[in-house]
């Protein structure tokens, strides 16, 4: 395996005196699909707000392709390539479609922005339908597909998800979920995708964390964790 | 020196001292321990003075009627605006009567003063009829405005309240005649027998008024009543359970406090001691106009009060209301004299006006020129202040320089505001510098120190 | 004998236009700051002093009475006021969420904290301006304070109605000024930002966005509205007095929580509505009143003209107790489930 994109070592991180990480280490490849899986509560979505920069770190270090980015605020991380998408909150509700694309494309130059929109709704050809609609009246899907463009119209390298299909209705879901997969294969972007959906998100993963209590439980291929009955059993509610 | 300071304070201001510092402990009780954000105190204080001259003047009325039935009569007879007036019942007059016309009220209110102090009892019944009515009043005021607290967010909330006191005080009463007699006011009978005026004139220093030096004893009193049972309450575990209801009354409910029903009391007993503090602020600034009763003075100055002294720490209010108001006072006081000392160095000023300008323009430059080049944040907010603080310093300096002539031969208004203005800017810098207050609040001692000693050494053997 | 004279009814529509413009205003910066800014009204009243000054410094001897062929430059008040009010209260708008918000909400003041420092800013502000006005001397108004304005408006007659210039120009002012905002944040980049910026700021300078540059020019876009109408809503008062804005002050408040305070057209519409209901609907209440009492025999002369607050009062009072959303909120099945502004 060449130099992992993200490489993870030690990291202790929380919010601020309450630590919800303890020990934390992991590497993600280039153009792999890394899940992090584990019960409520194990500090999943904290570690990606930590990545990002969201959650104080108290120890430890974060390096994207070989530079050491533990120090950085996330406006930073972001124009390095770096995407994080929360679950909740990612889009103006407020907002049209349009408008919503419009703010993604904010730091670009006029021209780039209409083309990169126009890229964008290729992929999500849903939207394009929706331009003129306020966010909030889309469904839970198209929410998270419009939250997933405007991250994508950013061209980033490496994008963060936390929990995209939460509320979603288990079709609209797998439908999510297979164009995240397209995301790896057809635009090269890595993926770290945290998921409470632990056979789902194992069976299109390439590489997988397993988190219990803030610690981690399992490092290595998702295949594997998806058929240890041990570990899926205890703590990932897997038969 | 301290002669000269103390002259500029008249006996007249330890009064409203002593009134203010009863509101103020009254809020502190309502919005200092049991977080309810009162914007309405106006109305509870109002509703004292209310008592005392839209409902005590017509006990009066019907006191001296009973005790001289010709009184009306004779008054008429001595005074024709009075007979054009009045040529109907009894009834006419108790609700359309004495608190309506200025001019009537004017004359007779001190007659029908003069006829109940003689009388003891009468005097009794007035004070017993003007208190519990206060207390009443002040009371259901204190109960509707709980109403509004049980199902609003913090700043509607507040909103509602200052609503609901701007539309009582200013709209109702200020506006409507029948009530406290709208924009003219009404004049009051104090509640005063004579006996007690007899008993204070040995103490009354010379130039004050019995009626001054009573209301002040009375206030003192009423004052450190206040001030115990706010200790007292502060230091219970009712404080434990108000300063609980304020931080997260949702727990507190769930360990079965009723919380509204606590909210309700609170409430109920602040109004009604602010309504006191009402009544006797009314017995000496008469007439009563209900305008006067505004939110500036008796809801905006008290919260600035009890947030400098410290919220929800009854020392520290009391400290933060005679800070205010001393603070206020040296400042109208002194006013005058001050600007008139700065006229040479003004004058000398406005000749360097063009210099000190440029001068200040390249300093400006420099600390830009330094800001952009700052290393850290530190460096870089330092320079920013400095900027602002020069800006203002010249720019303030110069505008002075120009206007301090307009401003010595208008100086009675400068007198008059500026203490406003610089109240303003006080509580917004303590906003910022120190927003507990002077003194902080302190954890609820239910048990005194002696107590605590005793079980801590149990605790360790 | 019901219905308002077609004068009324020009007056009613500029009260409610100014008001209007005020809610837009005062729901612009509860929108950016979550605080009711108490001094909003102050605000207008400061565009109504530029209106002052300009004039008894400039436009006194150009007015029609002195100067009768000048009635064109003499118009040109109309535009040069709110103009220039509109930038001046802006900055003062500015200045106080510079100075005094911005640095008590990033220093974790709650909300009745930052409402108090309002009502401070209130009190510096009204009261700085009513000093400046006993100071200064005037050129040609007599007294400052206490100038009759209204008697420096221009008398039009239209269709046969006796009004006056700056009623005709407030309503057409509020309906350009709401449709440039509308443009303004709806059609360019800089301004959707700021709708984006204010909803939700965290995704927004994730985005790149410059969230303080967006509630910094909205503060003053508010402040700029709050001049403007004040300098027009000028000619409108009896005479200069600060205290005007005391009492106005409830009205914003009312028309803004009609229209629900976190809707920037239902302030629109909950200041115009606020405003007709204080004149039109206050004078039809009392003639209906009246006409009432008449056909049942009673010769009582009813007038309840001075309550007007009375009735914007009772509106605020009600619609945070049961619709806190306001009209723009109005969804009935809501209504019954939630009920309230719980907490």
Known sequence: MDQPMLAVNSLNSGYGKFQVVFDVSFNVYRNEIFVIVGPNGSGKSTLLKSIFGLATIYLGSISYMGRDVTKLPPHVKARMGIAYLPQTDNVFSELTVRENLMMATYTLKESEARDRVEEVLKIYPVLRNRLDYKAKSLSGGERQMLALAMTLVRRPSIIMLDEPTANLAPVVAKDLLKKISMLRDEMGITVILVEQNARAALEMGDRALLMVSGRVAYEGPARSLLQDAELGRRYLGLR | MIEGLLSIFTLADLLDIAVILIVVLALNLMAGYAGIPNFGMALFVFIGAFSLAGIGTRVALLLTSIVDPGFIDRLSRAHLLIAKTYNGSLKDILLYGVAGDPMVNRVAAPEMEKIVSQDLILSMILLVTVLGAAIILGALMGIIASFAAVRLREDYLAIVLLAFSEMMVMVIFAQTDVFVGGPNGAYVVKPWPTVLEDAVKPITPPGISSDLMIALIVSLLVLLLTFVYAERIANSPMGRVLRAMRDDDLVIATFGRDVPLTRLKVMAVGAMIASIAGVLYATIRTPVVASTYDRFTWTFVPWAMMILGGMANNWGVVLGAITIYVGQRLIYYYTPSVFQAMVPILDVISRLAIPLILSSTVLIIILLALRWRAKTDLERRLATYTIIGLIGFVGSTLILAVSIHYIISNIVYVQALLPKIFLGIVIILVLYLRPQGIMPEKPARTLSRRELKEILARESR | ?343
């Open chain 3, 1 to 343: 004998m019901v219905l308002p004279s077609p004068e009324f009814l020009v007056y009613s529509i500029a009260y409610g236009s100014v008001l209007a413009l005020l809610c837009i205003g005062l729901t612009l910066t509860y929108m950016v700051t979550k605080v009711p800014n108490f001094a909003h009204a102050t605000l207008a009243i400061t565009g109504a002093t530029v209106t002052l000054f300009l004039l008894d410094r400039i436009y006194y001897s150009l007015h029609p009475v002195r100067c009768p062929g000048c009635t064109m430059q003499y118009v040109t008040l109309y535009l040069l006021a709110p103009i220039l009010a509109f930038i001046i209260v802006g900055l003062v708008a500015l200045a106080e969420y510079l100075l005094v918000l911005r640095p008590l909400a990033r220093r974790g003041i709650g909300i009745i904290g930052l409402m108090i420092a309002t009502l401070a800013f209130d009190m510096i502000l009204y009261n700085a301006l009513s000093l400046t006005l006993y100071i200064t001397p005037a050129e040609n108004l007599g007294r400052l304070m206490d100038a009759p304005l209204k008697g420096f408006d221009v008398g039009v007659t239209l269709a046969g109605v006796n009004t006056s210039f700056s009623r005709l120009l407030l309503p057409l002012v509020a309906v350009l000024l709401a449709v440039a905002l509308h443009m303004f944040l709806t059609r360019t980049k800089f301004g959707v930002s700021l709708r984006a910026s204010i909803e939700n700021p965290n995704l927004a300078r994730a985005l790149g966005i410059n969230v303080d540059l967006a509630y910094m020019v909205s503060w003053f876009l508010a402040g700029g509205l709050a001049g403007a109408s004040g300098a027009l809503w000028a000619f409108m008062i009896e005479s200069y007095k600060p205290e005007t804005a005391y009492l106005i002050l409830v009205s914003v408040f009312a028309g803004s929580i009609l229209g629900g305070l976190g809707s920037i057209y239902g302030a629109l519409v909950g200041g115009f509505l606020i405003g007709l209901a204080e004149t039109i609907g206050l004078v039809m209440a009392q003639n209906l009143l009246q006409l009432l009492l008449n056909i049942l025999g009673l010769t009582v002369t009813v007038t309840i003209t001075q309550y007007q607050r009375f009735f914007s009062l009772i509106i605020v009072i009600v619609v945070l107790l049961i619709a806190p959303q306001g009209l723009a909120g109005i969804n009935i099945r809501g209504l019954l489930a939630r009920g309230g502004g719980l907490r």
